[in-house]
């Protein structure tokens, strides 16, 4: 029989040193924000905010805990010496883009850090975990090895929890985590569909590939990630991204597709084969009937989708329906302005939207379904996991003291090498294992 089980969320808590790079070719908000001076504090408070406001209602949030950047050890594994403020110098001197690289926030974006499937899915009923290698870019690259000692520290019960290590590292097996997988299900304990989408085939040179943008996900990775956490083909389906809306900006499946319980809201350009994508879940999904709710080009050009990111909401089960929790920008385009009031009226499965502020995140190209990272655990699960990262009132209390005390408001490129930024950085972080009671989990720790 199935077990009660629930969607948590755990968002990456924005990191110290959040700014503008310009890293990620392929992501549109990144290449436009370029060099634009950010503002971490209000970057963590308006994380912060989100957390809390679904917290309140009732939905279980988790926090993961920034990065340490800038992160000196991927430096001197680059060859840079000396004291941590020479190699800072240095770094900053002969390779201001690396130096960038390696101070970027981006473990914010938690839908990115792995790949989560739930016991009920499982060959060995336990909840498994791969860290994305994300080895589509270096800032992102160096992300999934502390990625893995927090969800090990966070998920440490080997009874119900079971860690892979990231797939090797190259491009044959990009792996970009959740933001390409997606779970369809009647409830969250019963078995699923797990949805992967893939932007390319790496051993087919022949196959569709985007001509402009990279595609980071390649079926390989996601077919390695399935066999490794046990996921039989009645649970399964594997979906080419349409190389077109990769061209168009859409770097992630969830920019331009979101999922949750038996629903799929997704652009008509998601996939190459859109009607094979619908069949298939159809075929798999056990307990409920899908709902597609698709949304034409007619009705909201795809430019306007990666500009509002209308589909990087989260969709969240409610008494009465669903909930699409909208980034602020989906109110300034006015053709997602009023297919939200379409949907709305239509007594579709959506039956709330809710807008939520994340600009500061947004100018990267993450909005509010990047920010999280869904582990679905049934009631054994939610006890057995470490507590400490659960958002209560009082953790969100602590944790906005400890941004308030710590972060910075304005950040510009030339401030990632300066000396005090990195000790700053460190202050904070280990003062933020103690307050979530994580260990030690930083490279400056051990
Ligand atoms: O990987 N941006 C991130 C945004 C990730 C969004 N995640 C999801 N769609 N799930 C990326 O492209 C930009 C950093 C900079 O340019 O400074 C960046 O890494």
């Not at 060995?124 to 000692?149: C, M, Q, W, Y």
Request: proline share 5%; charged share 20%; glycine share 8%.
């Amino acid at each position: 029989m199935a077990k009660h089980a629930v969607e948590a969320n755990f968002d990456g808590l924005v990191g110290p040193t959040h700014n503008y790079a310009g890293l990620s070719w392929g992501n549109v908000a990144s290449k436009s924000n370029v060099n634009a001076v950010s503002n971490p504090r209000e970057a963590a408070l308006q994380g912060l905010a989100k957390m809390k406001r679904l917290s309140d209602r009732g939905y279980v949030q988790g926090v993961l805990p920034p990065h340490e950047r800038p992160h000196v050890p991927s430096l001197k594994a680059l060859g840079f010496s000396g004291t941590d403020a020479q190699i800072l110098a240095q770094a900053a001197k002969s390779s201001p883009s690396i130096m960038a690289a390696v101070a970027s926030a981006s473990s914010m974006w938690t839908a990115n850090a792995a790949t989560v499937s739930p016991s009920a899915d499982t060959d060995d009923h336990r909840v498994h975990f791969t860290p994305a290698n994300l080895s589509a870019k270096f800032h992102r690259s160096i992300e999934h090895r502390v990625t893995g000692r927090m969800l090990k520290s966070i998920f440490a019960d080997e009874g119900y929890f079971a860690h892979h290590p990231a797939l090797p590292s190259v491009s044959h097996f990009g792996d970009e985590g959740a933001a390409n997988h997606t779970r369809l299900c009647g409830g969250y304990g019963e078995p699923g569909v797990e949805l992967f989408v893939y932007g390319q085939i790496a051993f087919n040179e022949q196959a569709p590939a985007p001509k402009k943008y990279p595609a980071r996900q390649t079926l390989e990775a996601s077919q390695a990630i399935a066999r490794l956490h046990g996921l039989k083909n009645g649970h399964l389906v594997f979906a080419q991204q349409n190389p077109a809306a990769i061209d168009a900006g859409v770097f992630h499946n969830d920019v331009i597709a979101v999922g949750n319980g038996n629903t799929l809201f997704y652009h008509e350009m998601a996939f190459l084969d859109e009607q094979r994508v619908l069949s298939d879940i159809r075929a798999r999904l056990t307990g409920a009937e899908l709902e597609a709710v698709r949304v034409s080009s007619g009705e909201v050009p795809i430019a306007d989708a990666v500009a509002s990111y209308l589909f990087n909401s989260q969709l969240l089960n409610t008494p009465d329906g669903m909930l699409l929790a909208v980034p602020g920008e989906c109110r300034e385009v006015p053709s997602v302005s009023k297919y939200l009031d379409k949907l709305l009226a239509s007594g579709g499965p959506i039956t709330a939207v809710e807008v939520f502020d994340v600009k500061q995140s947004m100018r990267n190209g993450g909005g509010p379904a990047c920010l999280r990272l869904r582990v679905v655990l049934n009631d054994d699960e939610l006890k057995a996991m470490h507590r400490g990262v659960i958002l209560t009132d009082a953790l969100y209390e602590r944790l906005t003291t400890w941004v308030e005390a710590h972060y910075r408001s304005e950040l510009s490129r030339d401030d990632l090498a300066d000396p005090m930024l990195l000790e700053e950085v460190r202050k904070a972080l280990d003062e933020l294992t103690g307050i979530l009671g994580l260990g030690s989990i930083y490279d400056f720790q051990m």
